[in-house]
C-alpha cells in the first residue's frame, strides 16, 4: 500500500472511531446496531478490517453521518443526515 492510500486508510479508521465516540456509542452499541461482533469495530478503529461498502454504509446509518465523511479529516463539527 503505498503512502496515500495508508493515509486514505488511516484517516477511515479514526474517523470511525471519533464519530462513534462522539455519538456516544461504544464499540459493542454500535456492533450491536449493526448486527456485527464488537471485534469487528475494533478491527476497523485499529485498521485491521476490509470493510465491505455495504457496511461502511451501515455504519454511517448508524451514527447518523454520511459515509463521505468516514474518508477526510474531520473538523470537530458533526455533521447529521437529515432524516
Not at 5 to 30: A, D, I, M, P, S
Not at 36 to 55: D, H, K, S, W
Request: glycine share 4%; aromatic share 10%; charged share 25%.
Amino acid at each position: 500500500m503505498d503512502h496515500h492510500n495508508r493515509q486514505f486508510w488511516k484517516c477511515f479508521c479514526k474517523n470511525v472511531q471519533h464519530y462513534r465516540k462522539e455519538r456516544g456509542f461504544t464499540q459493542k452499541e454500535l456492533s450491536l446496531k449493526m448486527g456485527v461482533n464488537r471485534t469487528y469495530i475494533c478491527a476497523l478503529e485499529q485498521g485491521r478490517g476490509n470493510p465491505t461498502i455495504r457496511n461502511i454504509m451501515r455504519i454511517s446509518q448508524e451514527l447518523k453521518i454520511d459515509p463521505v465523511l468516514l474518508f477526510y479529516p474531520h473538523n470537530n463539527k458533526y455533521q447529521k443526515v437529515n432524516d
